[in-house]
Structure formats: C-alpha cells, structure tokens
C-alpha cells in the first residue's frame, strides 16, 4: 500500500516521519492552507528526505510557471494539482508525474468521469487519481470523508489511473477504508494531527503502520 503524508512544513518532522518509512511526504504551496510550506524550506526538506520517500509538491491554481519554478527549486518529479486545473493543463509537465485530486460528494463520480474522459481525449491522462471529499469552497484537508462504498462500486479500475483514497482518514479507520475501496494507495494530512496543522508523530506511525497491516487477500 503506497502511503502519502501530506502537509509537511519543517525538515525535523519531514525527517523524523521518513524514518516511519511512508512512500512520499506531500508539501503543500497552497498559501491559504495552515499547512503551506514556503518554497525555500520545502527544498531544505526534499534535499533532506531519503530516496526512498518521494517529495510531493501540492498546487492549488498555481501557474504553470510557479509550478515549474516550484518543482525545479524542490527537485520534484511528482506534482499533485489539487485545484481547478482544466484537463489539458497538465500537458505544460510532460516531465513530471501527476497526481489529480478530484472532490466527490454525494453526486457521486459522475464529474470525475467527465473530467477523465476529456482528459483522455488530450491525451493528458494523470498517472493517479486522488479522490478527496467535497466540501464547498474548500480544496481538501477538511477531514471529510468519501463514499467508500461507492468508490468500491463505481471507480472504473480498468479505465481510470490508479486510485489513491484521501480525506478523513485516520489511524483508526484507514484499514477499513482500504479493505472497502480496495485503493492504490492512501494520502493523509489532517487525520493525523494534533492540533490543525502541526503532524502528531504517534498518530503518524498508527497510520502507517494500520495501513500497512491490511491484507488484501484475507477475504478472498
């Protein structure tokens, strides 16, 4: 199970929460975020983490340049846009991997589907999905949960990117989460902390380690 932490703001908690051995650690420049990290630290963070865990870099309705100025200052090669980005934005980054987040609520997927299959018609497919939970007038960490039933029942595997499952995920309930959806990965900011904003690194090691105690096949 590929596992995001995301909303990462100092080099002391971005280290120490590597060590717990999570895939990526997400750095959010969404300045209206408590969690927006500004770009020189977030760089001191990437150059920090180990190879093994991927730096992620967050946008929200940024330009296309802030976004290339971002990615080369912090030597990302994965970026989340997270915003109102149009299916054929992500072309200006054919470099670069790209996660999109779309917000579902109780309309279900149809806006997702449309917004894919236009995409697939660009030819600007991303190489993931991250669904996150609709909230008006927010762009995610609203800790809000997604349908994960409806997920289970309609995300089309074997049409759409992987999918990787956010919002309102917690240590207490990411294994249930998973065992319902069955997702490509898990992305998690505000379920795991303390107060809003700063990461509580004990709930950040139960998370890691309830997703990864999750075994797929136990019921097959």
Aim: hydrophobic share 40%.
């Amino acid at each position: 199970m590929w596992i995001k932490i995301c909303g990462i703001k100092d080099v002391e908690t971005a280290q120490r929460i590597a060590a717990m051995g999570p895939d990526a650690i997400g750095l959010n420049f969404y300045q209206p975020s408590p969690r927006v990290v500004d770009f020189t630290v977030a760089a001191q963070i990437a150059a920090e983490l180990p190879d093994s865990v991927e730096p992620i870099g967050l946008f929200v309705n940024h330009t296309q340049d802030e976004i290339h100025a971002a990615s080369q200052t912090c030597s990302l090669r994965t970026i989340q846009l997270h915003g109102d980005e149009p299916p054929g934005f992500s072309a200006a980054f054919p470099e670069m991997k790209i996660i999109r987040a779309l917000r579902v609520g109780s309309e279900g997927l149809d806006e997702l589907s449309a917004y894919l299959t236009e995409c697939n018609r660009l030819g600007t497919m991303p190489d993931y999905c991250l669904v996150d939970a609709h909230v008006p007038g927010q762009y995610g960490g609203t800790g809000q949960t997604v349908s994960w039933e409806m997920l289970a029942r309609e995300y089309r595997r074997d049409e759409w990117p992987p999918l990787i499952l956010s919002g309102g995920l917690t240590p207490e309930n990411v294994a249930a989460a998973i065992r319902t959806c069955r997702p490509w990965g898990v992305d998690v900011s505000s379920g795991v902390e303390s107060t809003r904003g700063v990461k509580n690194l004990d709930l950040v090691q139960r998370f890691i380690d309830a997703a990864r105690g999750v075994d797929l096949n136990e019921n097959d």
